[in-house]
Each structure stands twice: as structure tokens, then as C-alpha cells.
């Protein structure tokens, strides 16, 4: 690990100055993803600035009948919370589906949402990685690439973005508040938060330099049952193969509407907007979830090692989709 300065941070926007102030410098809340990076040397921060001590870990209605969920609030206290599990069960859902429970205990909300891929060649300082190291390759192209996307990725870069609480965010239609060095705000829809990989897999978020994210706003809940289904390796601490966040609203027989969002297949949380479109005003039954779910993946690209993700992903998207129906 190398030498860096630390500091912690009395308040927002003077967080986002002294990381903006300092080459190198970084925001440090819980520590779960960056600690691990700079054990590794993926992270070589210069300067930390604790904000895990700001007062942004509460949970506030919004006067548009939503939630205002602090960024320094824990995940397991977010999961737990009774108007989370109750209005935004898919959410808790996601969240309890995530990582350990100790780790739920020092992630962030903020952080969890800014976590780095955990593809095995990003950790790795002695292969090519253009996410680490712009311009070096991607050794996953042509090598263990089991994990990898099949979506929304290219010949610069295959790894996926690992949150699950970003997946049911993106379901939901949240929004992300964050303050810049000069003490303005501004408000990003979940799904530009984070970028495509595209030609520059290192530029990860929309997020500028020295900008902090402060609060994730939900709006009002949508009607409609919602579900949060992971498939992985194994039962628990284990990152998605696939994962699907689904909230359908069906009435006699057939679905009114349908938000869709899909994990462990893109870099970034993927709103399976196509879908969404085939299932409007179709008939609650299996030859609708397949349609839905063909074209959720019609643009898929596997490779040797994922190509399976395709067939899981629709069969866990059908799936989905059939007991969000039955249970409403």
C-alpha cells in the first residue's frame, strides 16, 4: 500500500473541494470496495477524505410521496427500514442480496453505487486491463471471461458493474443527488449515472471531478408487484450471473406495465427498455415472457467462456416476470 494523508470532512462541500483540490485524492466512506483496490494497488490514492461521519444517513419522505435516502446510510439499515421493505420491497430485496451481513454493516449507499468491477484482470497488475490502465487491452476478451457481459460491452472492455442495489435503483427510476466544489447541486437519473464502457472503460461515471454524491431520491412507488431475483455460484457473498429487478402491474390477465432491470450481464445497470415495451398490454403468460425476455437479450454478445448468461438471463427474466404475476 503506499503513503497517502488523510483527513475527515466537517462538512458536503468541503469534501468535494479537498478531493477536488488534490490530484489523486479520493472519497472514503466504508471502505468495503476502495480498501481492498489499494491493498491490491489498483488504487494508489494520494489522499483520503473520510465523509462517513457527514449527516447524510437518514431516510426522508420527499413532498412528492417518495423517499430521500442519505448516502452515507448503511445498507443494512436501508434494508431493514420498514417503509423501504414495505414501499420499495424490490430494493430491500436487492440489498439483502448483496455481499455479507458485515459488509451491509459499513457499505454505503453512496458506495455501494460507485463500486469498481471485481474482474479479475482489473485486480491484477500484471495483465492488461484498459478499465486500470487506458490503452494496455483487455486480457478478458480471450480469457476467463465467465462473469463478463453480454450486453452493452465491447472490444475495449467486458466487465460488469456488481451492484445490486444500482439494479433495483434503476428499476425504480431513481435519481442521485450530489454537490460539486463550488457548492452547487444537481440531480442525475440512475441510468447516466454510469457509463456505457464504450472506447474509455476507465471513465465509469458521469460524476466530475471532486463531485460527491449526497442522497438517492425514489420517487413515488409504482404500482405493480416487485421482485428481485439473483442467480449466482453459490446461496450467499457471491456476485450475479444474472440478475433481474421486475415490477409488473397485471390486472385480468393481462400486464398494464412493466419496469425491468438487469444485473451481471452489462457495465452498467441495464434497463431492459425492450422488454418493458413487449409486455405492454400483453397477456399474463408464458409466450409474453418469452417475447419479453428474446428481447431483452436480442442484442447480446456472448463469448466462449458467458455465452450460457444469454439462456439464463431469459429464463431468469421469465421466471421473474411469471411470479411477480402470480403473487399480484
Same mark, same amino acid.
Given at each position: 500500500m503506499q503513503p497517502f494523508t488523510y483527513e475527515r470532512a466537517v462538512d458536503a462541500q468541503g469534501a468535494a473541494a479537498a478531493v477536488a483540490a488534490r490530484p489523486g485524492a479520493r472519497f472514503i466512506a466504508g471502505g468495503t470496495n476502495l %480498501?481492498?483496490?489499494m491493498k491490491l494497488g489498483v488504487e494508489r490514492p494520494t489522499?483520503? /477524505?473520510?465523509?462517513? &461521519? %457527514?449527516?447524510l444517513d437518514r431516510i426522508e419522505p420527499t413532498p412528492e410521496g417518495g423517499l430521500r435516502i442519505g448516502a452515507q446510510l448503511r445498507n443494512s439499515d436501508l434494508a431493514a427500514d420498514p417503509t423501504v421493505r414495505? !414501499?420499495?420491497?424490490v430494493l430491500a430485496q436487492a440489498l439483502l442480496a448483496g455481499a455479507s451481513g458485515q459488509i451491509r454493516n459499513k457499505a454505503s449507499t453512496g458506495g455501494n453505487l460507485l463500486q469498481r468491477t471485481r474482474c479479475p484482470y482489473f485486480q491484477d497488475l500484471a495483465l492488461p486491463c484498459n478499465k486500470r490502465s487506458p490503452g494496455s487491452g483487455c486480457a478478458a476478451l480471450d480469457g476467463f471471461n465467465r462473469m463478463h457481459a453480454v450486453l452493452g460491452a465491447g472490444d475495449d472492455c467486458i466487465a460488469v458493474h456488481p451492484s445490486d442495489m444500482a439494479v433495483a435503483l434503476a428499476a425504480l427510476d431513481a435519481r442521485i443527488e450530489t454537490i460539486r466544489p463550488d457548492g452547487g447541486t444537481r440531480a442525475i437519473p440512475v441510468g447516466e449515472l454510469h457509463r456505457p464502457a464504450g472506447t474509455?472503460?476507465?471513465v465509469e461515471t458521469a460524476l466530475d471531478p471532486g463531485e460527491m454524491i449526497t442522497a438517492v431520491v425514489l420517487p413515488p412507488p409504482p404500482p405493480g408487484r416487485q421482485l428481485y431475483r439473483?442467480?449466482?455460484?453459490?446461496? =450467499?457473498y457471491?456476485?450475479?450471473?444474472? =440478475? /433481474?429487478? #421486475?415490477?409488473v402491474e397485471a390486472e385480468g390477465g393481462r400486464i398494464r406495465a412493466a419496469r425491468i432491470a438487469l444485473g451481471g450481464v452489462a457495465p452498467k445497470p441495464? &434497463?431492459?427498455?425492450?422488454?418493458? !415495451?413487449? %409486455?405492454?398490454?400483453? =397477456?399474463? #403468460?408464458?409466450d409474453s415472457y418469452r417475447e419479453a425476455a428474446a428481447a431483452a437479450l436480442a442484442d #447480446? @454478445?456472448? !463469448?466462449?467462456?458467458?455465452?450460457?448468461?444469454? @439462456?439464463?438471463? @431469459? !429464463?431468469? %427474466? &421469465?421466471?421473474?416476470?411469471? #411470479?411477480?404475476?402470480?403473487?399480484a
Amino acid at each position: 500500500m503506499q503513503p497517502f494523508t488523510y483527513e475527515r470532512a466537517v462538512d458536503a462541500q468541503g469534501a468535494a473541494a479537498a478531493v477536488a483540490a488534490r490530484p489523486g485524492a479520493r472519497f472514503i466512506a466504508g471502505g468495503t470496495n476502495l %480498501l481492498d483496490l489499494m491493498k491490491l494497488g489498483v488504487e494508489r490514492p494520494t489522499h483520503l /477524505v473520510d465523509i462517513s &461521519r %457527514l449527516p447524510l444517513d437518514r431516510i426522508e419522505p420527499t413532498p412528492e410521496g417518495g423517499l430521500r435516502i442519505g448516502a452515507q446510510l448503511r445498507n443494512s439499515d436501508l434494508a431493514a427500514d420498514p417503509t423501504v421493505r414495505q !414501499r420499495y420491497p424490490v430494493l430491500a430485496q436487492a440489498l439483502l442480496a448483496g455481499a455479507s451481513g458485515q459488509i451491509r454493516n459499513k457499505a454505503s449507499t453512496g458506495g455501494n453505487l460507485l463500486q469498481r468491477t471485481r474482474c479479475p484482470y482489473f485486480q491484477d497488475l500484471a495483465l492488461p486491463c484498459n478499465k486500470r490502465s487506458p490503452g494496455s487491452g483487455c486480457a478478458a476478451l480471450d480469457g476467463f471471461n465467465r462473469m463478463h457481459a453480454v450486453l452493452g460491452a465491447g472490444d475495449d472492455c467486458i466487465a460488469v458493474h456488481p451492484s445490486d442495489m444500482a439494479v433495483a435503483l434503476a428499476a425504480l427510476d431513481a435519481r442521485i443527488e450530489t454537490i460539486r466544489p463550488d457548492g452547487g447541486t444537481r440531480a442525475i437519473p440512475v441510468g447516466e449515472l454510469h457509463r456505457p464502457a464504450g472506447t474509455t472503460p476507465d471513465v465509469e461515471t458521469a460524476l466530475d471531478p471532486g463531485e460527491m454524491i449526497t442522497a438517492v431520491v425514489l420517487p413515488p412507488p409504482p404500482p405493480g408487484r416487485q421482485l428481485y431475483r439473483k442467480v449466482r455460484d453459490r446461496a =450467499s457473498y457471491a456476485f450475479a450471473l444474472v =440478475s /433481474v429487478a #421486475a415490477i409488473v402491474e397485471a390486472e385480468g390477465g393481462r400486464i398494464r406495465a412493466a419496469r425491468i432491470a438487469l444485473g451481471g450481464v452489462a457495465p452498467k445497470p441495464w &434497463r431492459a427498455e425492450a422488454a418493458e !415495451r413487449a %409486455l405492454a398490454g400483453a =397477456s399474463a #403468460a408464458d409466450d409474453s415472457y418469452r417475447e419479453a425476455a428474446a428481447a431483452a437479450l436480442a442484442d #447480446a @454478445q456472448g !463469448r466462449p467462456g458467458n455465452d450460457f448468461k444469454i @439462456q439464463l438471463a @431469459q !429464463r431468469t %427474466l &421469465r421466471h421473474t416476470l411469471a #411470479a411477480a404475476v402470480e403473487r399480484a
